[in-house]
């Protein structure tokens, strides 16, 4: 048998008297350390409901489901698919809508739905064609960040004027009516085509 080198003599030493590299969990409570990547958590406050998380997740752990009957998006988190990438807090068009926290105890007994995080966001519906335009939070996002020139969109207009509470022409029942009154309606860049080559037609027809 060979004789242990010095080198190695000198780190079993140095074991004896050192701390463990491992913490004492479950026994004790385990703190991460900085910049741990543990289970992603969705700011209710702060996503827009862009499903940006959605698109960029390359496991699949977040699915986003379009409820047109009600006028809801719901983006949900599943922890069990989740590889911790960090991909989905990279590409927050918000950098706040979901974060990485330090929680990594994650486990469950019965049923997954324990663990999954869920957001829900109202969704904005062509009034032509039933297509979705996007969230509510998302158009406004959208208009606070153009600022200006926000209003070149007729659909951010409408958000604007809704945050502005000024009452439609309708309600105001101005005299004479305001012309054009379809290009305020929520309807996508599709529609909003199509409804132009019917005015257009009619006003030739009425020549």
Known sequence: M?????RELKEAIK?????????????????????FRGKPQYNEDE?????????????????????????????????????????CERNCITQKGIKLTNQFDISYLKNPDEVKHKVEHNLILCIFCKEIIGTEKHIRYIYKK?????????????????????????????IPPIDRQDILKIICPKCRRISFIIDEKKEITKK
């Open 2 to 6: 060979k004789k242990p080198k010095i």
């Open 15 to 35: 074991s004896l008297f050192s701390k463990p590299y491992t913490t004492k969990f479950p026994y004790e409570e385990h703190k991460p350390y900085p910049k």
């Open 47 to 87: 996503c827009v409901g862009c499903g940006g998380c959605f698109q960029v997740c390359p496991s699949k752990a977040i699915d986003m489901i379009d409820d047109l009957e009600n006028k809801k998006r719901i983006l949900i988190h599943n922890p069990d698919k989740c590889i911790f990438c960090g991909e």
């Open 146 to 174: 153009l600022g200006n020139l926000a209003y070149s969109q007729p659909i951010l207009i409408t958000k604007a004027i809704e945050n502005l509470n000024i009452k439609t022409e309708h309600e105001e029942r101005l």
